[in-house]
């Protein structure tokens, strides 16, 4: 192993968190390639994560040289039922990226929905920024609406309500209330923090209910709104960085002055001592826009684009609570 390797640069950052930076994964996803021997670091094959680079490494992934980082960026999906929260599932099963449009850069997802899960699931190309907001510690609320077979007391409730522990694992405090009761289907909004793998679906089968629909309706300052099953929408830049506030811009390691993936080809592309093309104006502030750490809990609404004006997250101002699904089975239920 080169010294370039086994010395530490006292600038540079952890590799895998390069990698996850230059959009192709997360971080924990890059600490295992390493692990698989897909990586290579100036020449020589890495077999430990433990590495800090700098700007002056060559770092090849497959192969193929690591991308250079672009601007940091964050889309709202509205995830369907019927798609699977993965880049390949071995059973065939359609995923959440078979869906996205083509001309949507390489994304990670922002934690992940269950194949029957629907509503907002947050992508960015920036697999540093998705390790810090999946952080139970972050404390972005992720809110759901959920419709369950059973009934169900306001006691029974409030049992759960400061954390539960259901088949050995311990679910934390969470925000619940009954919505509508009708026939023997409930209606509930459930709010928590953590999300651990099938929480929601364990606790309430803990309180005798059987979820029949599942529907994530926001996560931190962010919500579906009015965006349409299989649609994405991009937040604005300015958003995002007021959203997210100085502490959370810094863990993540987020870059706002890079320029976009396809800025660097125009620049690329362009003849020697031609002015590259002016990119386009920079937004103006977003009204609602919070600009303090911890502002995660102030909404902010995604509507799709409309022509011939489109729209971004960042034009859609604060909406109040989501619009309810129909109940009854009804459109909103034909989807799943």
């Given at each position: 192993?080169?010294?370039?390797?086994?010395?530490?640069?006292?600038?540079?950052?952890?590799?895998?968190?390069?990698?996850?930076?230059?959009?192709?994964?997360?971080?924990?996803?890059?600490?295992?390639?390493?692990?698989?021997?897909?990586?290579?670091?100036?020449?020589?094959?890495?077999?430990?994560?433990a590495v800090t680079v700098g700007p002056d490494d060559a770092i090849t992934v497959d192969g193929r040289p690591l991308p250079a980082s672009e601007r940091t960026?964050?889309?709202?999906?509205?995830?369907?039922?019927?798609?699977?929260?993965?880049?390949?599932?071995?059973?065939?099963?359609?995923?959440?990226?078979?869906?996205?449009?083509?001309?949507?850069?390489?994304?990670?997802?922002?934690?992940?929905?269950?194949i029957n899960t629907e509503g907002l699931l947050l992508l960015t190309n920036d697999g540093g920024l998705a390790r810090v907001l999946e952080l139970p510690a972050?404390?972005?609320?992720?809110?759901?609406?959920?419709?369950?077979?059973?009934?169900?007391?306001?006691?029974?409730?409030?049992?759960?309500?400061?954390?539960?522990?259901?088949?050995?694992?311990?679910?934390?405090?969470?925000?619940?209330?009954?919505?509508?009761?009708?026939?023997?289907?409930?209606?509930?909004?459930?709010?928590?923090?953590?999300?651990?793998?099938?929480?929601?679906?364990?606790?309430?089968?803990?309180?005798?209910?059987?979820?029949?629909?599942?529907?994530?309706?926001?996560?931190?300052?962010?919500?579906?709104?009015?965006?349409?099953?299989?649609?994405?929408?991009?937040?604005?830049?300015?958003?995002?960085?007021?959203?997210?506030?100085?502490?959370?811009?810094?863990?993540?390691?987020?870059?706002?002055?890079?320029?976009?993936?396809?800025?660097?080809?125009?620049?690329?592309?362009?003849?020697?001592?031609?002015?590259?093309?002016?990119?386009?104006?920079?937004?103006?502030?977003?009204?609602?826009?919070?600009?303090?750490?911890?502002?995660?809990?102030?909404?902010?609404?995604?509507?799709?684009?409309?022509?011939?004006?489109?729209?971004?997250?960042?034009?859609?101002?604060?909406?109040?609570?989501?619009?309810?699904?129909?109940?009854?089975?009804?459109?909103?239920?034909?989807?799943?």
């Amino acid at each position: 192993m080169s010294d370039k390797i086994e010395n530490a640069k006292s600038g540079g950052e952890r590799i895998a968190k390069v990698i996850a930076r230059a959009g192709l994964c997360s971080r924990r996803e890059a600490e295992g390639w390493i692990a698989a021997g897909r990586v290579v670091l100036n020449g020589k094959l890495l077999t430990t994560p433990a590495v800090t680079v700098g700007p002056d490494d060559a770092i090849t992934v497959d192969g193929r040289p690591l991308p250079a980082s672009e601007r940091t960026r964050l889309w709202l999906y509205h995830k369907p039922r019927g798609l699977v929260t993965t880049t390949r599932d071995p059973e065939g099963r359609p995923t959440v990226f078979d869906r996205l449009p083509p001309d949507l850069p390489r994304v990670v997802t922002i934690g992940r929905l269950d194949i029957n899960t629907e509503g907002l699931l947050l992508l960015t190309n920036d697999g540093g920024l998705a390790r810090v907001l999946e952080l139970p510690a972050t404390g972005w609320l992720r809110r759901y609406r959920v419709r369950a077979h059973g009934t169900l007391s306001e006691e029974q409730l409030a049992s759960v309500r400061g954390g539960v522990t259901v088949d050995g694992v311990h679910y934390g405090p969470l925000e619940a209330s009954i919505d509508r009761s009708q026939g023997a289907n409930i209606w509930l909004t459930l709010a928590l923090r953590e999300g651990k793998n099938r929480e929601v679906k364990n606790i309430l089968r803990h309180l005798g209910l059987a979820v029949t629909r599942l529907i994530r309706v926001s996560y931190g300052p962010f919500q579906v709104g009015e965006l349409e099953p299989g649609a994405v929408v991009e937040v604005r830049g300015r958003v995002l960085r007021d959203q997210l506030g100085p502490r959370l811009i810094a863990e993540a390691g987020a870059n706002f002055e890079a320029p976009l993936r396809a800025e660097m080809r125009e620049a690329e592309e362009a003849p020697a001592g031609k002015p590259r093309r002016p990119g386009p104006a920079k937004p103006g502030p977003a009204k609602g826009a919070a600009g303090k750490d911890g502002a995660a809990d102030k909404k902010t609404s995604a509507r799709p684009a409309r022509k011939p004006k489109p729209q971004s997250a960042g034009d859609i101002l604060e909406r109040g609570r989501p619009k309810r699904p129909r109940q009854g089975g009804g459109n909103a239920d034909r989807r799943r």
